[in-house]
């Protein structure tokens, strides 16, 4: 299986050693999307603005890697404090709408400074 890897500006840039997208077997792994500017810059605020930052960057990735998250298949949404969960599912629709919707895991975890992390599996169209 060849692998192709995805890189753009548009979305922020990797906080470490992986890529921002790979695309393999007619899909598209796109690692996780923090809520940090194409600049590398921190967005501090609400949960809202966090959430939609980091939707943002998960959905420039998958333009660059030729598909949109309308293709997503499964999405992973990491959330540091589950109280967020129902404002999460407010923003959710806003970038996946309410029907043909992906798989998805919401899972707690200790994220140190922000409010969420994404990533997801696409199929390329």
Request: glycine share 4%; aromatic share 18%.
């Given at each position: 299986m060849t692998k192709h890897v995805v890189s753009t500006d548009l979305a922020a840039p990797p906080g470490g050693p992986y890529s921002q997208a790979v695309i393999a077997g007619g899909l598209v792994f796109l690692a996780g999307a923090c809520p940090v500017r194409p600049d590398g810059t921190?967005?501090?605020g609400s949960f809202a603005e966090q959430a939609r930052a980091a939707f943002t960057n998960l959905a420039r990735v998958a333009e660059a890697a030729g598909t949109d998250l309308t293709h997503a298949v499964r999405v992973g949404?990491?959330?540091?404090?589950?109280?967020?969960?129902?404002?999460?599912?407010?923003?959710?629709?806003?970038?996946?709408?309410?029907?043909?919707?992906?798989?998805?895991?919401?899972?707690?975890?200790?994220?140190?400074?922000?409010d969420i992390e994404v990533d997801a599996v696409l199929s390329r169209p």
């Open positions: 921190w967005v501090r949404v990491y959330l540091r404090d589950m109280a967020d969960f129902p404002e999460l599912n407010e923003i959710y629709v806003e970038f996946f709408g309410t029907a043909n919707l992906p798989a998805r895991t919401t899972i707690p975890v200790a994220l140190d400074g922000f």
